[in-house]
């Protein structure tokens, strides 16, 4: 019996330091369906943000994101204000036209799918809406806008984020393969 203890906290110990390894080089387990399920790999920023781009960010401590994390859609975490980091894709950068209406979000007059801002949450909580209309895209600012899932908690909701809140960009490793 004593010897079987001491195997079970040796494998313990060995996959205790292989998950922190693994966090410790910036891999990553994203489930949220704001962007596809899987292990990302986070690395420091290099150049510009480009459209497209999956970036890791800190949400910035203001009303919006205090709400969002009173009522649950974000975590706790160690980004300032004790919020959890986010994963989201950039749908716009600077002098882009993020055209904000009923129906959903365009990009320079493209779609985007599974856009639609909705009016309330799965509680029936309402939620916070944009002023429709254009917005041009001002310098050091993005738009993140996922077309992965129509729920998805994005700038639809909170507008534009600062350059300066995105701590770093992620890239799909291993995708979790889903269905039946």
């Known amino acids: 019996m004593k010897l079987l203890l001491i195997r079970y906290f040796i494998a313990v110990a060995l996959i205790g330091s292989l998950l922190w390894l693994f966090y410790a080089q910036g891999y990553r387990i994203i489930t949220t369906p704001s962007v596809p399920p899987g292990i990302w790999k986070v690395e420091p920023v290099h150049g510009p943000i480009r459209r497209g781009q999956f970036v890791w960010l800190c949400p910035p401590d203001k009303p919006f994101f205090r709400v969002a994390k009173q009522r649950g859609y974000i975590p706790g975490g160690d980004c300032p204000g004790g919020y959890r980091h986010l994963l989201k894709p950039v749908a716009a950068i600077a002098n882009d036209v993020v055209s904000v209406t009923p129906q959903g979000i365009a990009i320079n007059g493209k779609w985007l799918p599974n856009s639609q801002p909705q009016t309330s949450d799965r509680k029936g909580l309402p939620l916070p809406q944009l002023k429709f209309g254009d917005y041009r895209v001002k310098q050091g600012e993005v738009w993140l806008i996922s077309t992965y899932h129509r729920d998805s908690l994005d700038s639809r ?21 889903l269905g039946g």
């Open 157 to 177: 909701y909170f507008g534009p984020i600062s350059r300066r809140q995105i701590t770093g960009v992620a890239h799909l490793v291993w995708r979790v393969p």
